[in-house]
């Protein structure tokens, strides 16, 4: 059975901080992984990563995948209250569309 | 339309009552999957079509889901005798076919059985 496990579960900090949130994977076939970000309603999508070790950047937000250590991290740089959110990974893997999910790490934002 | 569409955005029902809840994909997206989100926990897959096909509906929790997409565009999310352990967002999602591209989420229909 896949598995994605997300640490930390929580985070506070204050407002300009930099964070890492973390993700890794046990995936049999495993094709991507992608970075949602979850407020009050719908995940929004941030980044889907298929091949290891390329960056890849959204203003104040990166992410990067190692396929051999089977982790992905997400990072925001000068984060602002607007960041707050609950972050989820989800793993994809070949042969069938469904996303299997962390539990989310949520992260607050303090001014 | 723009987004994933979800309706109702709020159901409450009595244990043992029906519920149906609808999902509008993207247009011209072909997947659609739904998802069941616990509070504090992350989606868990529930079903998967491909056109009006269901190809996976491996994470139905019971025979009490029923999920359909009969014309290959709108999918309705159907449980019967429902239980208080179904409380929870009930996501939908769709995307282009094939994996390469990724999944866009409705708002979901937060159900409470009572």
């Known amino acids: 059975e896949d598995k994605v496990v997300q640490s930390p579960l929580s985070l506070v900090v204050?407002?300009?901080?930099?964070?890492?949130?973390?993700?890794?994977?046990e995936v049999t076939n495993f094709r991507s992984?992608?970075?949602?970000?979850?407020?009050?309603?719908?995940?929004?999508?941030?980044?889907?990563?298929t091949s290891s070790g390329i960056e890849k950047k959204s203003g104040r937000l990166s992410s990067i995948l190692d396929k051999k250590e089977l982790f992905s991290i997400l990072n925001i740089t000068a984060t602002q209250t607007g960041d707050s959110a609950i972050y989820l990974c989800a793993s994809l893997r070949w042969g069938n569309e469904k996303l299997t999910f962390g539990t989310g790490t949520r992260l607050t934002i303090i001014p | 339309g723009a987004g994933v569409s979800q309706s109702p955005r709020y159901k409450v029902a009595k244990r043992g009552q029906d519920v149906a809840l609808r999902c509008d994909p993207i247009s011209g997206h072909v997947s659609l999957f739904w998802y069941q989100q616990a509070l504090g926990q992350g989606p868990e897959f529930l079903t998967y079509f491909q056109n009006e096909a269901q190809l996976d509906k491996s994470g139905l929790p019971s025979d009490r889901f029923f999920?359909?997409?009969?014309?290959?565009?709108?999918?309705?999310?159907?449980?019967?005798?429902?239980?208080?352990?179904?409380?929870?967002?009930y996501l939908c999602a769709s995307s282009r076919a094939g994996g390469s591209q990724p999944q866009h989420f409705g708002d979901g229909t937060r159900l409470s059985i009572l």
């Not at chain 1, 407002?15 to 890492?20: H, I, Q, R």
């Not at chain 1, 970000?37 to 941030?46: G, H, R, S």
Request: hydrophobic share 35%; proline share 4%.
């Open chain 1, 14 to 25: 204050h407002e300009g901080d930099t964070v890492t949130l973390n993700c890794s994977y």
């Open chain 1, 33 to 49: 992984l992608l970075w949602y970000k979850q407020e009050k309603k719908a995940p929004t999508f941030l980044f889907m990563l």
């Open chain 2, 67 to 89: 999920a359909e997409r009969p014309e290959g565009s709108v999918s309705t999310l159907k449980i019967q005798r429902t239980q208080q352990e179904d409380s929870a967002v």
